[in-house]
């Protein structure tokens, strides 16, 4: 390449403990490039963006920022270079204006030292118009809407001087018109010559913005490849995961039957449910051995929905029925005891990290094995046969829980559930943020707890996901179902249309 | 995995001591500490090192044993009890407030006979733990401020119930268990022990003793697998309470006298010696043999200051330091336990 990479990294490698997350991995950043990042969890691009933002300063190799070479030692030194990165989880101060947030510790100040206010609502209206963004810049920034934080702060690091722009997964949480809006500004952003490492898992997103791509698999760097017709979904997923992408073309990418069991009973009813604003007036049933899918996008309310069908809220109407009979449930202890379980979104909010896997496995069944003294053998035991079943990559019953990759914790929270099967099973984003292979696990556990009669309600805002797991589909818009998917053929595009 | 890819990545030899100590510190650091306090004092002092002393400081620290026994529950569910020596004092004041009195103390109380007197005194420290509980777990009250409250209300009931008298007797019953001995053991020792087992052995090897662990680990994730997590934590405040109320009872015959306000100096006693020991501030970890080591640091020095003859004044400070010192190593530890590794 003739121009001079603003960003080049030669060599580098970086090891914890004694996991080599990379290896003697090379990258150029060249001006005004879009430069896509994909390869599955563990394969180390955000280790390497870490190296890059200054996260880790600890690593072997040599970094060069405009031909100079360079060691971060914090995140600041990255800024101060001109390197900046919008994290998957925002930091915006919801309390705090939008203007605020854009000058967050670099206020304006008058010749009094005072805050200058009128400079920096100025500057932010400024800045963010720049972004195609016409907002008012006093509004609490808590109040956006997801995709207009998202843009905020990258009107922050903007703001700080960011020649190169790391964004790591900026659009799992975006609807398709936010997501559009997103590359508006990354292409106006690469036209006055800024740089832009984009990481993703949608393949498709990567396709569509990116310049070049480049793959990585088990901490190496396989390939770098500028984006042409040639280069296409299947292309990436082969060099991702080493195999022929054809032999795991999933059913959904192209379209699926849906078909309702008829003649089992009715395991879960919800009738009239309303928690404003979260969601309105939701109702469906679910019958054993069934799967119905909630899709949506993100704020949707399917993650207050999941809340309520396990207790944690007491929706304000509507009432729900287990098996046929009324249940109340007052809180999360009644909602499994009558027959609810539960796999939140996130898994620090599911999983013990600092626990041996066998503890996060027995949790919540310690009732039924031990009335008083606990039984770690007998705990072990149950975990051993649900990592041999399972598949879990793991030494053993007793590694501790956090030793464990992404996917691999997913199982464990599976797990937890399926030693004393419930009747009805809440997955809120089971396969988020895992690779194909990962998923694919969980995609079989959840067929298994099928046919054992567990009827499963999976909320997502991945098609993908709703759609390899789903029998019947429901679409939540703004909190209400406005489509209900039963017995036809359907694609991934019908559901985006729908929602 | 097979094994040859788990020895594969198994760091090297000194990396995994470096990480085995870090990991380990919390429990390691008091223990140095108690070493060290009891080699300085035996070498400054000859008469640190009797038999007597031993017993001595044995019995000084069982009542802050009792208490703190209480104290590791609520720490270990990540919350706080601030309200130990107010409630400590008040059940004291109570069970003397419920036994016949000399005539010379100017106090309007109930004599009951001593069974019952008891029973009321565990009633009511009981009762002072539900009601935190309460507060802490439906309300939705922070534990650090409610038991704030709790610590006035305990001082209250003392205040009223004695009204600036002081009452000395208390049931047999209580004066044995506070101030005679078994067979040349102090029977507080014994109770002070009994407390520490049982809790030890509750803490380890039962299903609350895991909930208990499991709450203060990451109670979000103990409530989405079903655990009531607030029961736990209600429940830990109660047993703190009762044992607060039980070190009280004992502290009154062991001091020989129910007054307001004796029990001060045992809250912070009591937090020192529960996080001097290694159990974390921020929940989940930890447990009775780090509480044991804390009494253990806490009793030597207490007790080998007074035998360096220091300046009473001073001794305040450098309990407050080595406080202090506790604290600093208790979070290092923790942010060396959550640094080196991926979260969830």
């Not at chain 1, 309310?301 to 098996?323: C, D, H, V």
């Amino acid at each position: 390449m003739a121009v001079e990479p603003i960003l080049e990294l030669v060599g580098i490698s970086k090891a914890f403990g004694g996991v080599q997350a990379l290896r003697d991995v090379d990258l150029a950043l060249a001006p005004g490039e879009i430069h896509g990042l994909v390869g599955e969890n563990g394969a180390g691009k955000s280790t390497l963006m870490k190296i890059i933002a200054g996260v880790h300063p600890e690593f072997g190799g040599i970094m060069r920022v405009r031909g100079r070479e360079v060691r971060f030692r914090a995140s600041r030194d990255a800024l101060a270079a001109g390197i900046g990165m919008v994290h998957q989880e925002l930091s915006i101060a919801p309390d705090l204006s939008v203007a605020e947030n854009v000058y967050l510790g670099a206020q304006p100040t008058n010749r009094f030292g005072m805050v200058d206010w009128g400079a920096m609502r100025r500057g932010a209206r400024d800045l963010l118009s720049r972004l195609g963004l016409e907002i008012d810049v006093d509004a609490p920034a808590g109040l956006l809407p997801i995709g207009v934080q998202q843009l905020v702060e990258l009107g922050r690091v903007l703001f700080s001087g960011a020649e190169a722009i790391i964004l790591d997964e900026p659009t799992s949480a975006l609807s398709p018109p936010e997501t559009e809006r997103l590359f508006e500004v990354l292409r106006r952003l690469k036209a006055e010559g800024r740089s832009i490492i984009f990481i993703s898992h949608f393949l498709d997103d990567i396709l569509r913005i990116s310049d070049v791509v480049s793959v990585f698999r088990n901490g190496r760097k396989v390939v770098t490849e500028r984006v042409s017709p040639a280069i296409d979904k299947g292309w990436l997923i082969e060099r991702m995961i080493g195999a022929q992408a054809a032999d795991l073309e999933e059913s959904w990418m192209g379209s699926i039957q849906l078909a309702t069991p008829r003649d089992a009973p009715v395991a879960f009813e919800a009738v009239g449910l309303t928690h404003a604003p979260a969601f309105r007036d939701v109702s469906f049933q679910v019958r054993a051995g069934e799967a119905l899918g909630v899709y949506g996008y993100m704020g949707c309310g399917q993650i207050e929905l999941s809340r309520a069908l396990f207790g944690k809220i007491q929706p304000r109407r509507g009432a729900m029925r287990i098996g046929g009979q009324p249940a109340r449930l007052s809180g999360a202890a009644a909602a499994k005891r009558a027959g609810m379980a539960f796999v939140p979104e996130s898994r620090r909010a599911m999983l013990f990290a600092e626990e041996p896997i066998y503890r996060n496995i027995s949790i919540s069944i310690l009732e039924t094995i031990s009335r008083i003294w606990v039984k770690p053998d007998r705990e072990r035991a149950i975990a051993a046969g649900h990592i041999q079943t399972l598949g879990i990559r793991a030494p053993g019953p007793s590694t501790r829980l956090g030793a464990l990759s992404g996917g691999n914790q997913q199982k464990v929270a599976l797990a937890r559930w399926l030693t004393r099967p419930p009747r009805v099973l809440v997955l809120c984003e089971p396969t988020r943020g895992m690779d194909v292979g990962a998923k694919e696990d969980v995609v079989r556990i959840v067929r298994s707890l099928k046919e054992q009669g567990i009827a499963v309600i999976v909320l997502s805002t991945e098609p993908e996901t709703v759609l390899s797991m789903a029998d019947r589909i429901l679409v939540l818009r703004r909190g209400e179902v406005v489509r209900e998917f039963a017995d036809m053929a359907i694609s991934k595009e019908d559901l985006l249309a729908a929602a | 995995m097979d094994a040859a890819s788990a020895t594969q990545s198994r760091p090297p030899l000194a990396n995994r001591a470096g990480r085995w100590l870090s990991h380990r510190l919390r429990n390691i650091a008091p223990l140095l500490t108690l070493l060290f306090l009891i080699l300085f004092f035996s070498i400054a002092s000859p008469s640190f090192t009797s038999m007597g002393n031993v017993w001595n400081i044995l019995q000084q620290v069982s009542v802050t044993a009792i208490i703190a026994v209480g104290l590791t529950f609520v720490i270990l569910t990540a919350e706080i009890d601030l309200s130990v020596a107010a409630v400590a004092n008040a059940t004291g004041i109570v069970v003397a407030f419920f036994t016949l009195q000399d005539a010379s103390v100017a106090i309007a109380n109930l004599p009951l006979p001593g069974p019952i007197a008891i029973l009321l005194a565990l009633a009511a420290c009981a009762l002072l733990g539900l009601i935190t509980a309460v507060g802490v777990t439906r309300i939705g009250i922070p534990s650090f401020i409610m038991t704030l409250a709790m610590m006035q209300i305990g001082a209250g009931v003392s205040a009223l119930l004695v009204r600036g008298q002081i009452a000395y007797s208390v049931p047999p019953l209580i004066t044995t268990l506070g101030s005679r001995s078994f067979l040349g053991v102090p029977w507080i020792v014994i109770v002070a022990a009994l407390f520490l087992l049982v809790a030890h052995l509750v803490l380890t090897y039962t299903r609350f003793g895991r909930y208990v662990y499991m709450v203060g680990g990451n109670r979000e994730a103990a409530e989405n697998s079903g655990v009531n997590a607030g029961f736990v934590v209600g429940a830990a405040l109660v047993i703190s309470a009762v044992c607060s109320g039980v070190a009280g009872m004992l502290g009154v015959a062991y001091f020989g006298s129910a007054q307001q306000n004796e029990f001060d100096s045992y809250l912070l006693d009591a937090i020192a010696a529960v996080v001097v020991g290694g159990t974390s501030l921020f929940g989940g970890r930890g447990g009775i043999g780090n509480t044991i080591l804390g009494l253990f640091v806490l009793g030597v020095l207490n007790n080998g200051l007074d035998h360096v003859n220091i300046d009473s004044f001073l001794k305040i400070l450098i309990r407050g330091l080595i406080l202090l010192a506790a604290l600093v190593i208790n979070v290092y530890a923790e942010k060396l336990r959550t640094g080196d590794r991926g979260a969830v």
